[in-house]
């Protein structure tokens, strides 16, 4: 009895697990190495990924209303709040966003060396909504 409780209870904190996974489709460059780091870093922390290759980013950018004085090389959506994150944003960050459904995006504009799929953070990395107003130091 007690064996078949704790299988119940592991499949539950599993089924938990997997329903608080958010759900991220990526768009990126085909050519592009770091945005894979990226991918990469997202999965590790807990994103169910979604990345698809392709060589109009800018169109795609312009179409989801990222502005491009944040661009980077790749532009992500959330599948659950619509919300965006532009670049090697942190996981953590993205989580942040999460919280305040009042944030349309965060971006870590350009390609900063001190960002995941870039290099390593260094607590120096900043990022801003798409309003262009800091949004978090990491």
């Known amino acids: 009895m007690k064996k ?26 085909p050519n592009c190495g770091c945005c894979t780091g990226w991918v990469e870093h997202m999965r ?3 994103f169910e990924v979604n990345a698809i290759k392709s060589t109009s ?4 950018k312009y ?10 090389c790749h ?13 090697h944003v942190p ?3 993205v989580h942040k966003m999460i919280a305040d459904s009042s944030v349309k995006g965060v971006a870590a504009p350009g390609m900063p060396a001190n960002s ?4 390593e953070m260094d ?3 900043i990022t801003v909504d798409f309003d262009g107003q800091f949004f978090s130091r990491d």
């Open 63 to 72: 179409k989801l209303g990222v502005p491009m004085e944040l661009a980077s």
């Open 75 to 87: 532009t992500a959506i959330l599948e659950e709040t619509g919300q965006l994150v532009e670049g």
């Open 44 to 46: 590790e922390a807990g």
């Open 57 to 60: 980013m800018a169109m795609i």
């Open 116 to 119: 995941p799929g870039m290099g």
């Open 4 to 29: 078949w409780l704790l299988m119940a209870s592991l499949a539950a904190v599993s089924l938990t697990a997997q329903a608080t996974a958010h759900s991220i489709t990526v768009y990126q460059d």
């Open 91 to 93: 996981a953590n960050v």
């Open 123 to 125: 607590g120096n990395l």
